[in-house]
């Protein structure tokens, strides 16, 4: 698979489990259970993930491959989640949500890619 | 059971709280937490598998490819683990929804490609960030009727 060492798959792996443990106590503390609340703990991962990963995107030859792989496919990868705003999506619908079901599949999207832009460029700026 | 609660997330760990009017704050479950890390290490090896012998491929849109059907099919896999379990199995939920599909799907890669994509294309990008997010409401939707029927069935 290109090069890529064992040792590598294997950090790859774990980081992906820290991401999601890390997703699952975040969300947790964000949410607190509370009712008809907006699912604002995913929002809030998937935006810092996606500006993280936009900064190691933006660094390039900075970071060596196997980190990004690490970094890039483990951690932030297990961290932030897609299916998690699919379903909620459905689920806010389902409630009557309408609204925000809409700021939740649009607004996430929107604001992970602005995040994930100002990461390429701050990345970008740091001299290589 | 009404509003835009998130139990289908945390489920009640005491059942019958979010029937009433006591609002509890969902608490961090020491095994739900060790069930979650080992999912996602699950679920970002099998993500990997698929996409590492793709990201030295010459064709810009193999990775972006693999990432959009990751995300539609833990879209649509997790829509059927919430309707069947989030009530019912609430730690088989947390290990399969939580950690296998939260780390089998992304959306870190998938922000950071439609941008790459954009700039390069911008129609397939428009394309690839529309079918991402109506595909994964679509799979979601599939899955969660087809989770509560069947739990309905079960029942």
């Known amino acids: 698979m290109n090069g890529v060492s064992a040792g590598m798959l294997v950090a790859l792996v774990v980081a992906g489990g820290a991401g999601a443990g890390i997703r699952y106590v975040l969300d947790v503390l964000l949410t607190r259970g509370r009712r008809d609340a907006f699912p604002v703990g995913i929002l809030v991962i998937n935006v810092t993930g996606s500006?993280?990963?936009?900064?190691?995107?933006?660094?390039?030859?900075?970071?060596a491959p196997d980190w990004l792989a690490v970094l890039g496919i483990g951690l932030l990868g297990g961290y932030t989640t897609f299916s998690t705003v699919s379903v909620d999506t459905i689920q806010l619908m389902r409630r009557g949500r309408r609204d925000w079901a809409i700021v939740n599949l649009v607004g996430t999207f929107a604001m992970a890619v602005i995040a994930a832009a100002i990461g390429i460029v701050l990345g970008g700026l740091l001299p290589g | 059971m009404v509003g835009g609660c998130p139990e289908w997330r945390h489920p009640p760990t005491h059942p019958g709280v979010y029937g009433g009017d006591v609002v509890e704050r969902a608490r961090i479950s020491p095994l739900t937490l060790v069930l979650v890390v080992i999912g996602g290490a699950a679920g970002v090896a099998v993500r990997a598998a698929l996409t590492l012998p793709f990201t030295g491929w010459t064709h810009p849109l193999a990775v972006p490819a693999l990432t959009l059907g990751c995300n539609l099919l833990g879209s649509f896999l997790l829509g059927i683990v919430v309707g069947r379990w989030a009530v019912s199995r609430p730690r088989l939920r947390a290990f399969v929804g939580t950690g296998v599909l939260g780390g089998f799907t992304t959306y870190s890669a998938f922000a950071v490609q439609s941008i790459q994509v954009a700039t390069a294309a911008p129609i397939v990008g428009l394309a690839l960030i529309a079918i991402s997010l109506a595909g994964?409401?679509?799979?979601?939707?599939?899955g969660l009727a087809l989770g509560i029927r069947r739990d309905g069935d079960a029942a």
């Open chain 1, 51 to 63: 500006g993280l990963l936009g900064l190691l995107t933006g660094l390039g030859a900075l970071v």
């Open chain 2, 136 to 142: 994964g409401a679509i799979a979601a939707a599939l």
